[in-house]
Each structure stands twice: as structure tokens, then as C-alpha cells.
């Protein structure tokens, strides 16, 4: 077992790196509709805390939403804050107590599916908020309304795409990261 002092150590430089690398995954998106932020933010939850799950959704779409090459995200900001920061929070709940059963893998995946989903309809309302507020002719159910649809076939591929990364992936990040922290 680790010292305390290097079991500390050890979980400050991989949290930074986690942050460092989802930063980096957002902003140069090396395959387009398909990011990985959700998936480092959830396994960052499962192995340490929710806190540290959600600190790290928020502190990625914060920077993302100036670096981002798709532009800024202006006023939605604090809607990817909250969604990405629900997805990191839900995976200090989450119990992966066997690292390797395929129940895990299967639930990763309905997770990852069900917190995109979530995660689109919390972006797609603060986008729809402030289309309402400055299009003083449309109501904010008329601006959802339309958001959801124009939206839907990214929300849709975005939804696919983390289903397969939650469930390929989060067993296999959440065991590398214990491994690294000497649990």
C-alpha cells in the first residue's frame, strides 16, 4: 500500500492529466460527433468521487468554451458546465465494485447513453433560453421545439457514439486509473 502522502501525490498528478487530456480531446476533437470528455468525466467520478468527477466536466467545457475551433461557446457555457459536470457527479454514485464483469460494461453503456441524452436536453434548453430571450417573438418551448429538431441527428450520433465509448471504455479507463493509484 502507498504512503499517504504519495497515495496523494499519485491522485493530484493523475486528476491534472485527466483534465489535461480531456482539455485536449475537446478542443482538437480528433473524430468529428464523437468526444470524449463525458466518458474521463464519469470514470474520473467512479474512482475519485463525485466532486472530482464533476470538477472535471465543469473545468473542460469552461476552457472548451473559449479554445474550442467551433467557435465560442458564449452564453451556453454554464449549460455545458452543468451537464458535463451531472456526467463526472453520476460516476461518484456509480458502484463498479468488480472491475471485469460484463454487467459493467453493459451498464456503462445504457449510462453513457441516458447522461448524453441528459446532457443535450440541459445544453439544448440553455440555447433555447437565450433564443427566446433575444428573439422576443418565439417562446422558450417554441425555441426547444426547434433546437431538438435541428439538432437531433447530432444528438442522435452523439448519443450512439458514447453508448459504444461509456461501454467499451469506462471498465478498462476505471481499472488503468486504480492500477495507477496502486489500488
Known sequence: MLSNKKSNTRRIALFSI???????????????????????????????????????????????????????AGLNMPFQMVGMSIIGAVGGFYKMENYSHARFFAESAVLGAFLTLIYYLITNLGFAFYTALFLS????????????VTGAVYTLIYIVSNTFLFGAGAVPLVNAMRKLLGR
Open 18 to 72: 485527466l483534465v489535461a487530456v480531456s482539455t485536449s480531446l475537446q478542443v482538437v476533437k480528433p473524430f468529428p460527433f464523437v468526444e470524449f470528455t463525458s466518458l474521463l468525466a464519469f470514470s474520473t467520478g467512479i474512482v475519485f468521487g463525485s466532486l472530482f468527477g464533476a470538477s472535471l466536466g465543469a473545468i473542460v467545457m469552461f476552457v472548451n468554451a473559449f479554445l474550442s475551433p467551433w467557435g465560442l
Open 137 to 148: 417573438r418565439i417562446s422558450i418551448l417554441e425555441a426547444l421545439a426547434l433546437v431538438q
